[in-house]
Each structure stands twice: as structure tokens, then as C-alpha cells.
């Protein structure tokens, strides 16, 4: 096993990837150690946004990752793989989970999962990577601005054990990971691409240029989401260049 190779946990932290970053700078970490906590004072999302979380009621942590089979080009592999991972534990739980581009997952119309991957780049080489994660689990009322947040318990009305969910989520990223490892990424493009929140189906968008129909088509090796409008036009969008209306 490689995610899970060993576990740190902390009663909190002001941010599990920022500990993960201050570890790699300092000493070397076992590939696939976990950085846990039940609490997260300045919990990190994509481009500086805040993650809500009730202490001792998610799951919150961050992997350090070597993925050196990976090409720089490549990198937003790593973040479909751990989206992968994240689906493959809820979908034993609750139906209709799907990856919103670019770092969110939602039941239905809703987030319950947020992914913020931080790599370092030395020369043409993936030198490492720290794949945070927060995972909605047991928190029944949030209190932030966020529009839609949910849990796992919201859905199914129960109450999970925190470590065992951990170590279940855990076994589904090593296995998603493995196949980045082993050369599949094959596989895991074609589960991204069918596991897209609203692809194939026309919906309401706009960009810097106003409010336009499209469906998804799929997103690059890049990261950049493609979308065709009404008019059969492609359109390449970077974060935070689309909204999903």
C-alpha cells in the first residue's frame, strides 16, 4: 500500500497541507503518509478559499505524494485520481456523486467533498505532491456562505466512525493512485470524464463574455474544463474563468 503507509494525527492544525509542506521542506516523508487532524483553524481551499468544518466531525487530511511517473504537462491527473477515489467510497454509500472541475464533489446539486493538490516541479520531474482533502461526514448544520454544502449523515440519516471511514476512503485513493503508478491512466481518464458534473447535458454558464448554454465535453490533461456551446463552439476554460449557473 502506498496511501496509508503510515498516519500522523493532531487534535488540529492550522492547515494539513501547510504542515505537510513545512514536513517535505524539512526531513523526508514516507511516500503516502497521512497528515490527520479533527479540526482545522485555516483549512484551505483552491485560489485562497476557506474550508467550514465542525471539529471532530469530517474527514480532513492531506497526502504527501512522489508521483514522478507523472509528467509536469500531466500534473491534474494526480487531482482526477483522488476525486476517483473520493466517488468510490461515497457511491458504496449514497447514489448520484459526481466531480464538479474542478475540485469538488457533489451529490446531486451539492458539495460534499473539496480537493486542493499542491505539487513542487524540479526541472522536468513531479518531485512531490500533497493532495488535501475535506470530506463532509457527520456535520449536520454548516454556518459559513457556502451555497450548498452537505454531509454523508445528511444523506443517509447515520452516524459514521470517523477512523473507519478514514481507513475505507484510504484503501479507494491507493487503489485509484496504484493505477497512476502501474500506467493506467487510461482508465482513470475515461472514469473522470464519465463521473463530470453536467457533462454531456446543456446547462446555463457564463464567462467574461455573459451568460451562454453548452455541455461539458471533457476536461484536458491540463486541467482546462472544454465546454461546446449551443453554436458547436469549443471553449477552453481555466479556474475561476466559468461559472456553473
Partial sequence: MIIGSEYIFFENLPSTNNYASVMLRNQFIQE???IHTKFQTAGKGVAGNRWESESGKNLLFSIILYPVMIKP???????????LGILDYLRQYTAKVSIKWPNDIYVNDDKIAGILIETTILGSVMESAIAGIGLNINQKVFLSDAPNPVSLSNLTKQEYD?????????????RRYNQLFEGHLDVVEKDYQDSLYRAGVYSQFRDSDGTFRGKI???NSSGLLSIIDENGKYRYYNYKEVIFL
Fill in 32 to 34: 503516502g503518509t497521512i
Fill in 73 to 83: 504537462e500531466d500534473q491534474f491527473i494526480i487531482s482526477k485520481a483522488v476525486s
Fill in 162 to 174: 470517523l477512523e473507519e471511514a478514514l481507513i475505507n476512503l484510504v484503501y479507494h485513493l491507493n
Fill in 217 to 219: 465535453d471533457c476536461v
